[in-house]
C-alpha cells in the first residue's frame, strides 16, 4: 500500500512539472547532475535525527527534494550526501528516485567538505552540476532548470530572491546606524551551480587554500568572479527550525492542492 502510495506521488510529480517543462524547454540538450546535501547535523531543528528524514506533508523532506531536482528535465542524475548512519535511511526515504542515483556519499564537517565530496562523485557525462539544501524541500523544478541553464551560459548561477524589507545595519546588535539600499541585496537560495569543469576548479583550490564558505557561489565569486543571479521565490525555504516545520506543512498542502486542482493532460 504504501509503496502504491509511493509511486503515485512520483508520476503525479514527474507528469505535472516534467511535461510542462519539457514543452517550455528552450535551447540544446544539457545535462545537470545534482548534488543533494543531507549531511548536516540538523542542530538548530533539534530533531532527534537528520532533518532530510523528518516528514512533512506525508512525504520526507529529503525525498521532496530529490523529486524537485528530478522534475527538471536537464537533470538525469543524483549524488546524495549524507552522515554515514543516515546511509540506509536515506536510500530506503529515496525510492523509487534511487534509480537516477550515481553515488551516495558521506559528508564532511562543513557544507564546503560535503559540496566536494558530492561533486567528485558525479559522472564525467554531466556538463553542469548543481548543489541543492536537501532542507529546501518546496524548490520549484522551473527554477532548477533555470539555473541548471544560466549556469551553463554564464559558467555559475545561484538562485535567490530579492530583500523585501527595510535593511537596517548595526554594528553593536542593538541600535540601527544606517538603512542600507536594499535594491542591492539579495537573500541565496540552493540550487546553485557551475560547469562541471569549473565547479571540480574551484573546489581543489578552495580545498588548497582551505577557503570555506555558507554557499557555493561564494566559491565561485572568490575565484572566478560574479556569479549569475537567477531570481526565485520565498516558497523555497530552508527547514532551519522548529517552527519551519509548521510553514512546511502549510506549503506542502498548498503544493498537494495546486496538483489535485490541475485539469487531466495539462
Ligand atoms: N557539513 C554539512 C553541513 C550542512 N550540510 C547540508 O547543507 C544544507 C544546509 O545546511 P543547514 O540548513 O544549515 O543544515 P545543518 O547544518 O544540518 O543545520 P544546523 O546548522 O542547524 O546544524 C542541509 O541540507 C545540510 O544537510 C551538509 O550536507 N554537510
Ligand atoms: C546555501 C544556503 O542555503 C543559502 O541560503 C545557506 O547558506 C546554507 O547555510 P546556513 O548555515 O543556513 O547559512
Known sequence: MAAARFWWI????RFAHNMELREKNEGPPLRAAAVLLAAGASRRMRSDGSKALLTVGGRTVIERSAAALLAAPSVEELVVVTRPEDRDAVEAALGLHARFLTAIVDGGEERTDSVRFGVRAVSPRADVILVHDAARCFVDPVHVEAVAR???????????????DTLKLSHNGFQSEETVDRDRFWAAQTPQGMRAARFLDV????EHDRFRATDDAALHEHYHGPTKLVEGSAWNIKLTTPDDLELGEALAARVSSSLASKPQGS
Open 10 to 13: 512520483t508520476i503525479e510529480y
Open 203 to 206: 573546489l581543489m583550490r578552495s
Open 150 to 164: 544560466a549556469s551553463y551560459e554564464h559558467g555559475a548561477a545561484l538562485l535567490a530572491t530579492r530583500v523585501r
